[in-house]
C-alpha cells in the first residue's frame, strides 16, 4: 500500500532509488490506501482500503468515481451486475422516456421452469404475458385487428393445462373448446363460466 506524488527529485543514487521504488511500489499498489492520495492526476486509479473501493479520478481531477461498489473490492466483478442473468435487490428505476424491453419469443419458447412473475412477450399470442405461479397468463392487453381497427379479443381453443375459474369470478371464452386428456376446468360453486 503506498502513495506518490510521482515527481522523481534529483537526488543521490540510494536516495533516487529509494524514491523510484518507491513510485513504482504506489503504481503496483493501484494507489492504494485509507485516505485519498495528496497528489492527484486525472484518471488516476486509486484504491480506497478504508472502505475497499476502486476509485478513478475524473477529467477535471477534482473528485474521484465510483468504480466498483463501496466495499467491492474483494467481491467477484467488483460487485457490480453481471451482464449474465444479473440479480438486484430494492427498487429499480429506469428513467427513460423511451422503453423496456423485455424477452420475446414463442410459446413453444417460454422457459422450462418459470416462476410467478417472470415477464415476457408472446410473439404467437402478440402480447404480453407473466406467470402466475401456474400457468403464463396475458398481460391487460385490449381487442386487436387490422389497421387502427380493436374489434377482436382472442382465445386458444384448446386447453392444454388445468385451470380452476377463480371463486366468485365469472370467465367467458369463445369455443368450441377442446379440453385435452388428463385436462380439468375445474368451476367453483359459487363461480360461473360462459363458452359461446
Not at 424477452?103 to 407473466?130: H, K, M, V, Y
Request: net charge negative; aromatic share 8%.
Amino acid at each position: 500500500m503506498a502513495t506518490h506524488d510521482y515527481n522523481l527529485a534529483n537526488a543521490t543514487g540510494a536516495a533516487f532509488r529509494s524514491d523510484l521504488n518507491n513510485a513504482l511500489s504506489a503504481v503496483a499498489s493501484n494507489n492504494s490506501s485509507s485516505s485519498d492520495p495528496a497528489t492527484t492526476f486525472a484518471y488516476q486509479w486509486y484504491i480506497d482500503t478504508g472502505d475497499n473501493t476502486l476509485k478513478i479520478r475524473n477529467a477535471a481531477n477534482d473528485g474521484y468515481v465510483n468504480v466498483s461498489t463501496v466495499g467491492g473490492v474483494g467481491t467477484a466483478n467488483f460487485g457490480l451486475a453481471p451482464l449474465a442473468s444479473p440479480t438486484f435487490t430494492g427498487d429499480v428505476v429506469i428513467s427513460s422516456t423511451s422503453a423496456l424491453q423485455i424477452p420475446s419469443g414463442t410459446t413453444a419458447q417460454r422457459p422450462g421452469s418459470p416462476s410467478a412473475g417472470d415477464l415476457r412477450f408472446n410473439t404467437t399470442t402478440t402480447s404480453a404475458e407473466i406467470h402466475n405461479g401456474t400457468a403464463f397468463v396475458a398481460v391487460g392487453g385490449g381487442a386487436t385487428g387490422a389497421g387502427g381497427d380493436a374489434c377482436f379479443y382472442e382465445n386458444d381453443l384448446t386447453v392444454t393445462t388445468s385451470y380452476s375459474i377463480s371463486a366468485n369470478s365469472g370467465a367467458h371464452a369463445v369455443g368450441p373448446l377442446v379440453i385435452n386428456s388428463g385436462v380439468t376446468v375445474t368451476v367453483p360453486s359459487t363461480s360461473h363460466l360462459v363458452i359461446s
